[in-house]
Structures are given as structure tokens and as C-alpha cells.
């Protein structure tokens, strides 16, 4: 809720549900309203073209967008917050730095334990990719 409310959280670990609960209704008062409001539109862009894909079904442009609403929806919020920053309007709080690079690749641990619980699973998968 801390994204979406734009507060500020330095917390990113996964803590129990009445903490999360009491961690937003403690910092309601310092939601951005800029972020809200952009989450909220989003929420409401993303919920309107799977409305309109299904009320218009022989429609290709309502098919298309609301097939990659997610997709439409990130690439418009993507160009709105590049359009702010551009006209000196950097309101919208930012997630966090990105890495650089990739990280270093590696092989697994393999243990009995992982072999016994991924045994059922591996096998189902190549049986059905034997079946197809």
C-alpha cells in the first residue's frame, strides 16, 4: 500500500497482515496525493479496457487493448511520468535505484530434499510436453 499511497517505507520485507494495516492507517496522513492519484488512475484505465473488451467483442481496437491492458497501461504511466519530469514536474515519489548488471550466473544447490518436492512436478511437465 506504501507505492500506492506514495508514504515513504523503508521496510521491504513481508510482515503480518494487521501490520501492514496498521503501518497505512499511521501514515494515511502523509499519502502523496500525486501517487494516488496516478495509481488510481491506473486502476481505473486497466478496469475500463477489460470492460470495454468484453461490452465490445467484435471490436479489434477493444480486443487488442484489452488483451495488453497491463502492458497499455504501464507504457502510458511510463510516458506521463517522463512527460512530468521533463516539464520540471518531478512529483511522483520513485520505487528505488535499479541494480547495475545482471547478477553472476550460478548452478543451483541441489540437495535430496529439492530433488524428493521438484520430482512430481519435473516429471508431470515432461509428460505433458511429451503428450503435446
Not at 512530468?84 to 547495475?100: A, K, Q, T, Y
Request: net charge positive; hydrophobic share 50%; glycine share 10%.
Amino acid at each position: 500500500m506504501s507505492k500506492l499511497l506514495g508514504y515513504p517505507s523503508s521496510v521491504h520485507v513481508r510482515r503480518p497482515f494487521l501490520q501492514n494495516i496498521y503501518d497505512t492507517a499511521s501514515n494515511l496522513l502523509a499519502t502523496n496525493g500525486v501517487a494516488l492519484g496516478m495509481g488510481a488512475a491506473c486502476l481505473a484505465l486497466i478496469w475500463g479496457l477489460k470492460v470495454a473488451k468484453r461490452r465490445a467483442p467484435r471490436s479489434r481496437l477493444a480486443a487488442g487493448l484489452g488483451t495488453a491492458r497491463n502492458v497499455v497501461v504501464v507504457a502510458l504511466a511510463t510516458g506521463v511520468c517522463a512527460l512530468c519530469v521533463l516539464l520540471g514536474h518531478d512529483v511522483l515519489p520513485r520505487v528505488g535505484e535499479l541494480p547495475d548488471g545482471l547478477p553472476a550466473p550460478a548452478a543451483p544447490a541441489l540437495d535430496w530434499p529439492s530433488v524428493r518436492r521438484l520430482a512430481l512436478p519435473a516429471l508431470s511437465v515432461a509428460i505433458i510436453g511429451f503428450i503435446e
